[in-house]
């Protein structure tokens, strides 16, 4: 069973830039969910996509923005980047959304650790 | 809204114990994770509660009370690998909700 992988694992960018970070969710997921670890925080939930269409949102501006494909894969593009979107960017994936009224276990990528200066 | 509280920083000794607490307040609940994360790497699942009580995984116990809005994370028989940040999460409306991390230093 392949787990959730993410690339590219570096990136760096300067403001006003727009980026592309991808996902490949864990075989048998069709859930996927993006997070923004800032460091010395906890992960901050910018979205989430199920079955290719989002199905939730966080705090976050519209240039943030993002694709689920048929295969579950998830792009998740940032346009118009500023310094402060300097973070590790996580995705995670999930069986589904929820089973028997619960969350289902999100499992996490590697992570793209993205610098913007 | 969401609000989760954890110690920042906690340090222990080898072999020993280690309770890491978290309180929340959440306007949904559909169940408390526990994740740890060594520096620079992704979060790894440790534990999951959805009803009252202790869940006993090895080495690691997370322990939950609703009515409260309070858990913990039992780490025994700590190993100097354990050092790292464990982050509380909270699952609702689709998302989870963490904390902002304890980080355990485990020493000699």
């Known amino acids: 069973e392949t787990g959730v992988t993410q690339s590219p694992t570096h990136l760096i960018k300067t403001r006003g830039q727009q980026v592309t970070l991808r996902c490949s969710s864990q075989?048998?997921?069709?859930?996927v969910s993006w997070y923004q670890q800032a460091l010395g925080q906890g992960p901050q939930f910018i979205f989430q996509?199920?079955?290719?269409?989002?199905?939730g949102r966080g705090n976050f501006p519209p240039r943030f923005s993002g694709l689920q494909f048929p295969n579950y894969s998830s792009e998740l593009n940032v346009n118009a980047l500023e310094l402060d979107d300097s973070a590790l960017y996580l995705c995670?994936?999930?069986?589904?959304?929820?089973?028997?009224?619960?969350?289902?276990?999100?499992?996490f990528g590697p992570g793209t650790r993205l610098l913007v200066l | 809204g969401q609000n989760i509280d954890q110690p920042t920083e906690m340090t222990a000794t080898e072999g020993a114990i280690v309770q890491i607490n978290c309180t929340y307040q959440?306007?949904?609940?559909?169940?408390l994770f526990w994740y740890q994360q060594h520096a620079g790497e992704a979060p790894t699942f440790l534990s999951y509660?959805?009803?009252?009580g202790l869940e006993e995984k090895g080495r690691f116990s997370s322990f939950l009370s609703r009515s409260k809005g309070y858990s913990y994370l039992l780490l025994k028989e700590l190993q100097m690998k354990d050092s790292a940040s464990y982050l509380c999460?909270?699952?609702?409306?689709?998302?989870?909700?963490f904390g902002t991390g304890t980080q355990l230093k485990v020493e000699l």
């Open positions: 995670a994936s999930s069986p589904e959304v929820v089973s028997g009224g619960w969350q289902e276990t999100q499992y």
């Open positions: 075989s048998g997921h069709n859930t």
């Open positions: 996509y199920y079955r290719e269409e989002e199905n």
């Open positions: 959440t306007s949904g609940f559909n169940g």
């Open positions: 509660n959805v009803l009252d």
């Open positions: 999460a909270v699952g609702g409306g689709n998302k989870l909700t």
